[in-house]
Nanobody
Framework: DVQLQASGGGLVQAGGSLRLSCAVSGFTFDDYAIGWFRQAPGMEREGVSCISRSDGSTYYSDSVKGRFTASSDNAKNTVYLQMNSLKPEDTAVYYC???????????????????????WGQGTQVTVSS
């Protein structure tokens, strides 16, 4: 089975940066996408970014565009989410999720739909203090 290990969360002051990592194991092909989601207490889960492992396409929600950057290290089977200019409203548990073999049109339209993802990591807490 595919396993995802998310790490890199922590406590940071507003304006600071963190880099989240999502290590993917149990899958040796590159036809997948990794989505980053977050969920704050009492709030719905929100898709904030997605990266296609096959062609490197990236997607961002309006709330993080220009501040967050997704990237991948294919040799390490690891995807990263660089988060800069963090705000208190970025505080949440962040999850990475695996979508096996998405076609391009589906990814463009549905990358924020959590139901499309097949496997989920355990989450890592990000807390941004004001």
């Amino acid at each position: 089975d595919v396993q995802l290990q998310a790490s890199g969360g922590g406590l940071v002051q507003a304006g600071g940066s963190l880099r989240l990592s999502c290590a993917v194991s149990g899958f040796t092909f590159d036809d997948y996408a990794i989505g980053w989601f977050r969920q704050a207490p009492g709030m719905e889960r929100e898709g904030v970014s997605c990266i296609s492992r096959s062609d490197g396409s990236t997607y961002y929600s309006d709330s993080v565009k220009g501040r967050f950057t997704a990237s991948s290290d294919n040799a390490k089977n690891t995807v990263y989410l660089q988060m800069n200019s963090l705000k208190p409203e970025d505080t949440a548990v962040y999850y990475c999720a695996f979508w096996w073999d998405p076609d391009d049109s589906s990814l463009v339209d549905e990358w924020q739909a959590s139901d499309e993802y097949d496997y989920w990591g355990q989450g890592t807490q990000v807390t941004v203090s004001s």
